[in-house]
């Protein structure tokens, strides 16, 4: 069976520790000793000298952005080294991302299902406070609109459209460095790029094999996004 990967993300709060290496070291105990005996390797480590007050983090985001490229699922020593603040286990959600705890493995179901819970309770009070709206409005005399499924499915067709679209602009834009690196070395036909791509163990969005085909997408999908821009 094929190792699962795994991206090593490490934080410490002060330049001083940086730079000593303090806290450092025990965080990559923890994780080498979490991963020890399983069919697991670690194909890279971000280091983040940043207070867990600050939500934007750049060594993190280059870190998700690995875990995204490769599938990598994202290890960390100890869940409070990601941040004391929700809103970034939010982020991390959005991120599309697999994580795991060292110190707390059953965290990562754990904090799924808090925040499922929390978003189910807030479309109920929207639902609520919606349908109290309108049965006021209706009280009052106002006209209601009429039938709009048609409307509706084709919002909801739309949507997913644009969920799609901007699913492949975001790969696009997390390969692209990796792209400009193998055409740098010498890689310029779409089949060697496609060559170099599945050397690195970088899968496609759907995880697998690297071609000319798609590595065409991928560069029409960056021309878009420049087109965009202009």
């Known amino acids: 069976m094929q190792n699962t990967k795994y991206v090593s993300y490490l934080r410490v709060s002060t330049q001083k520790q940086g730079m000593s290496g303090l806290g450092l070291e025990a965080q990559r105990a923890a994780v080498n000793a979490f991963l020890q005996g399983k069919q697991a390797r670690v194909i890279e480590e971000f280091v983040e000298v940043e207070s867990g007050s600050n939500s934007e983090r750049d060594e993190l985001d280059a870190a ?34 697999k994580f795991v705890a060292a110190d707390m493995p059953e965290a990562n179901e754990m ?43 084709n919002a909801a067709r739309e949507k997913a459209r644009s969920v799609k679209r901007a699913k492949a602009k975001a790969f696009a834009i997390d390969v692209h460095p990796a792209i400009i690196e193998a055409e740098q070395a010498g890689y310029r036909s779409l089949r060697q790029i496609a060559e170099a791509l599945n050397a690195k163990e970088i899968p496609t969005p759907r995880g697998g094999k690297w071609s000319s085909v798609q590595v065409k997408r991928v560069k029409d999908a960056l021309n878009n996004i420049v087109a965009d821009k202009t």
């Open 64 to 97: 998700l952005k690995a875990c995204r490229l490769h599938k990598a699922v994202l290890v960390i020593a100890k869940l409070d080294r990601l941040s004391r603040d929700a809103a970034f286990l939010l982020n991390l959600q959005k991120a599309n991302v």
């Open 111 to 153: 904090i799924v299902g808090i925040m499922a819970v929390v978003a189910q309770a807030e479309r109920k009070m929207i639902s609520d406070r919606t349908k109290a709206a309108l049965a006021a409005a209706k009280e009052r005399g106002v006209k209601l609109g009429g039938f709009r499924g048609h409307k509706a499915d």
